[in-house]
RNA sequence: GUGACCAUAGCUCAAUUGGCAGAGCAUCUGGUUGUGGCCCAGAAGGCUGCGGGUUCGAGUCCCGCUGGUCACCCCA
């Protein structure tokens, strides 16, 4: 007897039954939307050198300065679970050669991510995401259909209520000249701004765009827009996004205030949020960015991808009551009286399985009324009955669970008969009995 | 990392001013031979999150810790 109960670490969650309906249907419609975009999948380990997710997801973020799980391992390499995606797979492509594949190269995967922060609804230090990556090509078009695989999978899975917000981060000849514009407009204004805000324009100015602060509402309205100091070809490709976006008639808007935490976004980076959730309300979050293979140490190639919190979809689809299929059942249980009547139902509950049907064994040799009432609780269609009658004649007595009603099948011919009568087509001339 | 609220059976919750820790649901068994759902009866299930303190006496009051929830920060 254990003198402490164990516990769940926090931020680690478990997922039972009633939820995994919703994450079994979320996967399928991923692969299915994967599959209809021509995106393949990858898998990257859940560990990397902490050097890369330092290097790719950038020194100074929260996420590599206070949130990584990293560790020295036995042989004294320092590792950290990964936080975020992007990293691993672009390590995967430069060290699998990947570039020799045709380009563009349309990936995706999905899988647990780690990161040390204080959980609240729909945030949890394990959390998994759904995330693809296009490498090699700058084309605009590549972002819109980017956002459109989130869109369409977010439609598949029935939300109606989503915003899409876009915007552009200029890149390293543009971004900078913007930086210094948004210090000249709020420095002299600096004694009105809060605390933390004043902070952030001295640590990292970009971040004043989104905050939350009431007396920075009125002076954001008036602050300069990255879209007005994008140079001739962040704009253009800006301009382009917008332009393909509109052929699609999708909806979104133009949201400057969006600046994403990670150092390697570069032009284009968007937002999905979704209604339902809490404050926590952005279910798809991505961009490009064109400097990062090169930075990793790869041929200079641009990218671009998403990251989509599998776990914010699911609550928020709880939450809208959105409608997911049901729980897969057992269709049949197989119960009996006494040992040799036992000997047979083990064979029997087997043989059910290797013609596919979904069967159970009711085990523990309970009276025949606890064996029904669990076959009543699995919410199987039919109860198999074997006694020592039914061994003697070679029969199996079925149940119908819904009906009542139930007859003598032939042993040999039971798989055909339940496969039968569970496509709805029962046999002719079978003699019911009522019970 | 900061703040607010919360913690009693597997779940949802009771327990008078500080006076014997309970109910519903779920689980198991039974209501006469081999028949489910409804009903009835019973069983099992608790160091009241943990550790101190006040008190004749603490689930209840006080302090600390841990955990949970929500928000900030940040992010999916």
Known sequence: MPLTRYARITGMND??????????????????????YGYRRIDVPVMEVTALFVRGVGEGTD??????????????????????????????????????????????????LFRHEKPQAGRYRQHSQFDIEVIG?????????????????????????????????????????????????????????????????????LRLLDSKEEATQPLLERAPHIVEHLCPEC?????????????????????????????YYTKTVFEIKAAGLGAQDTICGGGRYDGLIAELGGPPTPGIGFGSGIERI????????????????????????????????????????????????????RSLKAQLKSADRAAVEYAVILGEEEV???????????????????LEQLSAWLDAALRGALPAASSALRA
């Open 15 to 36: 997922v039972l039954f009633e939820e995994q309906r919703y994450w079994r249907y979320v996967l399928e419609r991923i692969q299915y939307v994967a599959d209809l």
């Open 63 to 112: 996420i590599v300065e206070k949130e990584m799980y990293s560790f020295e391992d036995r042989d004294g390499t320092w590792v950290s679970l990964r936080p975020e995606f992007t990293a691993g797979i672009m390590r995967a492509y430069i060290e699998n050669g990947l570039h020799v594949l045709p380009t563009p190269l349309k990936v995706w995967t999905t899988g647990p």
């Open 137 to 205: 090509e700058q084309d605009a078009a590549v972002d819109v259909e980017v956002i459109s695989v989130a869109w369409h999978l977010f439609r598949e899975l029935g939300f109606r209520d989503l915003r899409l917000h876009i915007n552009s981060t200029g890149c390293p000849r543009c971004k900078p000249g913007y930086v210094r514009a948004l210090v000249d407009f709020f420095t002299p204004l600096a004694d009105q701004l809060p605390e933390v805000d004043r902070m952030r324009l001295r640590k990292n100015p």
């Open 235 to 263: 704009a253009a490709h800006f301009a382009d996004l917008c332009r393909y976006l509109d052929a699609l008639e999708r909806p979104y808007q133009i949201n400057y205030r969006i600046v994403r935490g990670l150092d």
């Open 314 to 365: 699911v609550l928020a689809m709880q939450q809208l009551g959105l409608p997911v299929p049901e729980e897969v059942r057992p269709q049949v249980m197989v119960c009996y009286l006494g040992a040799p009547a036992k000997l047979a139902a083990v064979r029997l509950v087997e043989r059910l399985r290797d013609s596919g049907i979904r069967s159970l064994l009711a085990f523990g040799d």
């Open 392 to 410: 003697q004649a070679g029969v199996a007595t079925v149940r119908s669970m819904a009906r009542g009603t139930q007859e003598q099948v032939a």
